[in-house]
């Protein structure tokens, strides 16, 4: 199966709204947020641009029609609290779009629908279809199902896969602040509002200062940088804004500037490199020593056995792993072209005996066509 050919002759969106937009407020219900979702997304496809919406709120609205008072903290409990409300935020977004004359489409996903090259490929073109009926894919984590190894962990980091996986050129991520800050605006009254960001370098530093999510949300500022991060890279541009009124998703789909823009990577990632970074999940690490991270990072060479010094985990042939420096931060991450076994039986030997042993092509490890740099 080829890649994913994505028809981009319209202009496409992901949107991605929170639970802590979602529950509502004294004065508006979730009912009348989810109204007003529909009512600018129709709107801005009508204009002919194509929209998904990443939502969260199954668990919230789970909990709300079981009467709990607190958001469940075991795994088995958040699953049936979602599989409660997951029924209620559909109908709510179903009832809301069909009047407005547009069908939805229920996507759920976890993390292993993206980590395989076939089902990643798969979901897009399931997608890409979607898109070209002009249904509205309503997403989600599939909370109902997934285990802690499959969860993306919350959908700002889901909003970005799917942004690079349809094409996107913009993702706007709508939340309960009006744009981001150099720290917490709620606790620091020093926080300095930031209206673009343009350097890659500046989110690995602004992550540093960002903080958690409330009691009904599992994202915080410092996931929609991580999503930002993911998005940028792959050329996307990403908006911030606050979601609480609805006239600001209106001026964000006008084009206005409004909360903080992202700018994207004036070097994207394609999609391949795109889904090696971010949609893989890895299986374990390369420790590498310096000469090999230079060549890595300089020369754009395929990753040597020779320079490996050791390695975490265990793995079969063609796992997704990590690619670590000397001093244990990630460089990159590729797929292994030996298993974890035999890259051990190869540690410390010299050039000539590994190639004595695997031949000339088996001494590239991990082969550069497989390889993503992921460190700025």
């Known amino acids: 199966m080829g890649e994913v050919a ?134 989600n984590e599939n909370d109902t199902l997934a285990t802690d190894e499959l969860r993306f962990g919350d959908n700002d980091t889901l909003s970005a896969l799917l942004a690079v996986a349809i094409g996107a050129g913009e993702l706007v991520l709508l939340t309960d602040v009006d744009r981001l800050y150099s720290a917490d605006p709620r606790t620091d009254a020093q926080a300095v509002p930031i209206v673009e960001v343009s350097d890659p370098s500046d989110l690995v530093r602004l992550q540093e200062g960002a903080g958690g999510g409330g009691q009904w949300g599992t994202g915080g500022m410092t996931t929609k940088l991580t999503a930002a991060r993911i998005a940028t890279a792959s050329g996307i541009r990403v908006r911030l804004a606050d979601g609480r009124d609805p006239a600001v998703l209106d001026a964000l789909l006008a084009g206005e500037q409004v909360g903080t823009v992202f700018q994207p990577s004036p070097t994207p990632l394609s999609d391949r490199k795109g889904w090696l970074a971010h949609a893989l999940i890895p299986n374990g690490a390369l420790v590498v020593d310096a000469g090999a991270e230079h060549a890595l990072r300089h020369q754009g060479a395929s990753l040597l056995a020779v320079g490996i010094r050791e390695v975490e985990g265990r793995f079969d042939r063609l796992a997704p792993v990590r690619l670590l420096g000397p001093g244990g931060g990630e460089i990159g991450r590729g797929l292994c072209g030996l298993s974890s076994e035999e890259v051990r039986a190869i540690l410390g030997l010299d050039r000539d005996e590994i190639r004595r042993r695997l031949g000339v092509a088996g001494s590239e490890v991990v082969h550069r066509d497989h390889l993503v740099l992921t460190a700025p």
């Open 6 to 139: 994505l028809n981009r002759s319209l202009p496409r969106r992901v949107i991605k709204v929170g639970t802590s937009l979602l529950r509502g407020q004294p004065d508006r219900s979730t009912a009348a947020v989810i109204m007003d979702l529909a009512t600018s997304i129709a709107r801005a496809q009508r204009a002919g641009e194509r929209i998904a919406l990443v939502t969260s709120g199954a668990v919230g609205l789970g909990c709300t029609g079981l009467n709990l008072s607190r958001r469940p903290t075991d795994l088995a409990a958040l699953q049936a609290a979602a599989a409660v409300g997951q029924g209620r935020l559909m109908a709510l977004y179903q009832e809301a779009f069909a009047v407005r004359g547009l069908t939805v489409a229920q996507v759920l996903l976890t993390r292993g629908d993206l980590a395989s090259r076939r089902s990643y490929r798969r979901a897009c073109q399931t997608l890409e279809q979607l898109l070209e009926w002009n249904v509205v894919p309503i997403v």
